[in-house]
């Protein structure tokens, strides 16, 4: 029943890696997106998609690069880790509001560290 | 931008007490208001959402209201129980732009048995 695969669970990584996020989606949605979680911050948006090859920068695309060439699939790239990008990274993703938008459906995350 | 300020940051009740759980937010082209509930180590999932044309919907024991006015939305949980402890955020966004939501920091949410 899962319906948003992160592909991984737990990822450690050296400073100075260059990092990939994998997120897949099965439900058809236009709408995906990349968040993190930090605590006492609750969820910062860093890149969007709304269509196939296009994206957008969320509130903090910095360090952060996003590839979208698939309708069912949003990948995050880490051009160059470094260790405040240590976090836990959610992707979701979204009807669009002319299709009924009812909020995000989650994936289960990908808790990275980088040493 | 939007900016979603979430309030309290942690709240414990006695189970079977209520509980209120408020947020404003500043955009006020935002229109759609949705609540997710984050329990430990697992994902977000959205409990209850509203439109800017409602002022209250209930779903059961959780309920939320919405004050276009003076911009802000909370959320109510009647008779709590032990199930209902994780955290809680709350969100806004726009119908255009994907959608795409702005997030209150979360309030943790302990019911005490």
């Known amino acids: 029943d899962v319906k948003v695969t992160q592909s991984s669970r737990y990822l450690v990584k050296r400073t100075g890696e260059k990092v990939f996020l994998e997120c897949v989606q099965d439900?058809?949605?236009?709408?995906m997106f990349w968040y993190r979680q930090d605590p006492g911050l609750g969820l910062r948006l860093i890149y969007f998609?709304?269509?196939?090859?296009?994206?957008e920068k969320g509130d903090i695309p910095e360090g952060y690069s996003v590839s979208r060439e698939k309708k069912e699939r949003f990948s995050l790239i880490l051009e160059s880790a470094s260790t405040n990008q240590t976090s836990m990274y959610l992707c979701?993703?979204?009807?669009?509001?002319?299709?009924?938008?009812?909020?995000?459906?989650f994936g289960s995350g990908t808790r990275l560290t980088v040493v | 931008g939007e900016n979603v300020e979430q309030h309290p940051s942690t709240l414990s009740v006695q189970e079977g007490d209520s509980a209120v759980i408020k947020c404003t937010y500043s955009d006020s082209a935002s229109n759609y208001f949705p609540w997710y509930k984050q329990e430990l180590g697992k994902r977000p999932q959205l409990i209850i959402d509203i439109r800017s044309n409602v002022g209250e919907k209930k779903d059961q024991r959780i309920a939320v209201t919405l004050n276009k006015t003076a911009k802000h939305f909370s959320l109510h949980i009647t008779e709590t129980q032990p199930e209902d402890s994780a955290v809680y955020f709350c969100?806004?966004?726009?119908?255009?732009?994907?959608?795409?939501?702005?997030f209150g920091d979360g309030t943790t949410l302990t019911v005490k048995p």
């Open positions: 998609s709304y269509d196939v090859k296009m994206k």
């Open positions: 439900m058809d949605h236009e709408n």
């Open positions: 979701a993703s979204s009807l669009p509001t002319g299709r009924g938008l009812r909020g995000y459906t």
């Open positions: 969100a806004a966004s726009r119908g255009t732009n994907a959608g795409k939501s702005t």
